[in-house]
């Protein structure tokens, strides 16, 4: 029996559950007989679908009004998807919910979770909803199938080079209707370096010469078997890839306007924006401010001060799916012409170096993106001379600076308007 003293309980009947993979702790905590008293009963529940139904309607008969469970690999959500349709349910971060020292076992995990939530000194981590998880198992998937179908690239191009075989020094994509015919070819059984590279197409016949020199090598049936098997993967994650594009496509329905608004912004591809939407739910709603997602993504630096000094801040982990997504299109801003995002890259590259300035370029992307969402408004560039028009002093004493510097000396005279 506990008596609670100081502190407000803010969920009377408050429950715990400490997850593995083949069962579950659940610290049940209810008031006691005497106002004040809490009482706690810790039950074990098997991980299986029947076993968490029971679990539910036991919670139920008990009449809790949070149930909190820490997010452990992705053993909390059969728990929590069976629980949230008729209990509320709270997942936390396990790092915010670690127990005290010394007090790690898994009922008093349990317990521990329990007292905390009826407390309420815990803070919700974001479950989207069942049309969102759907998507997010697509995109997701989608993304592990590109990422190993590169991988599956950069196999074959390593093994060619134990033939001799130096395609991809000549042209840029190994899997490129051109270098696929050639190596086809090669594997049919053709030899002849002169033959092979007359199969280029388009621009590449230009390169004929280097071509030819690149495919002479000692290719052997050895190499033939090893080729057939590398581009046959390749072609099986293409398929896959393009099977779950379409099923994206599907669910998407609902969201293609956001989609279609943000990729307006420079750097965002239509991919990009489809992952956007699958990990944050498309529901600003959920995300206070611009900066609470993203704290959330990860592409913010973490606050770490103590006695007035600031120690390492270094970028928190955040959901990897989406910084991944942010920092393709960032790539892809920077390279932007006469965009506010790449002029801010440059300035930001020149005193802080690249990494630091690719972060603060993803922040940019998704401070529009959570705008964009909420608020429903439309992007609006505000150009590659944002900083000279709100800085023009400091513009103009850079520019004279530089000419200085070069050996000039420069007068300025004030364009006066006619």
């Known amino acids: 029996m506990e008596i609670e003293k100081d502190l407000d309980v803010v969920h009377e009947r408050a429950a715990g559950l400490d997850i593995s993979k083949r069962d579950a702790k659940l610290c049940v905590r209810v008031p006691g007989a005497r106002p004040g008293t809490y009482t706690s009963k810790v039950t074990t529940w098997a991980a299986t679908t029947g076993q968490v139904l029971e679990l539910r309607e036991y919670l139920e008969q008990a009449r809790v009004d949070m149930v909190v469970m820490e997010a452990t690999s992705d053993y909390w959500k059969p728990f929590y998807y069976l629980l949230e349709e008729t209990v509320p349910v709270m997942l936390v971060n396990a790092k915010s919910a670690k127990n005290l020292p010394g007090h790690k076992t898994d009922v008093k995990d349990a317990a521990w979770l329990a007292r905390m939530g009826a407390y309420g000194l815990l803070r919700a981590s974001f479950v989207p909803p069942e049309p969102i998880r759907d998507l997010r198992d697509l995109t997701r998937a989608r993304a592990i199938a590109a990422r190993d179908r590169v991988r599956e690239i950069q196999r074959l191009e390593k093994f060619l080079e134990g033939s001799g075989i130096k395609l991809s020094s000549v042209v ?42 690149a495919l002479t090598g000692r290719f052997r049936p050895h190499h033939a078997f090893m080729a057939r098997l590398h581009l046959d993967q390749i072609d099986a994650h293409t398929r896959t890839i393009e099977a779950l594009t379409q099923h994206i496509e599907e669910a998407m329905k609902p969201f293609r306007d956001a989609r279609e608004a943000l990729a307006t912004i420079p750097g965002v591809s239509q991919r990009v924006a489809e992952v956007i939407i699958a990990e944050t739910g498309a529901n600003m709603t959920v995300f206070d401010t611009p900066a609470r997602l993203a704290s959330w993504a990860g592409v913010c630096p973490g606050a770490n001060e103590s006695a007035g000094h600031i120690k390492s801040a270094h970028i928190l982990p955040g959901n990897k799916y989406l910084k991944a997504a942010l920092g393709t299109a960032a790539m892809s801003a920077t390279r932007s012409k006469n965009t506010y995002l790449a002029a801010k890259y440059r300035r930001i590259t020149a005193r802080a170096g690249r990494n630091k300035a690719l972060v603060a370029v993803e922040h940019s992307i998704l401070n529009a993106a959570w705008h964009m969402l909420r608020n429903g408004e439309i992007y609006n560039d505000p150009g590659a001379d944002h900083y000279n028009r709100i800085s023009p002093t400091r513009a103009k004493n850079k520019a004279i600076k530089q000419l200085n510097n070069l050996g000039y000396d420069v007068t300025i005279t004030p364009v006066t308007a006619a």
Request: aromatic share 0%.
């Open 172 to 213: 840029s994509d190994l899997t490129g209707v051109s270098s696929r015919d050639m190596l086809e070819a090669l594997i049919r059984g053709e030899r002849n370096p002169e033959v092979l590279a007359g199969m280029a197409r388009g621009t590449l016949r230009s390169k004929i010469p280097a071509l030819v020199d």
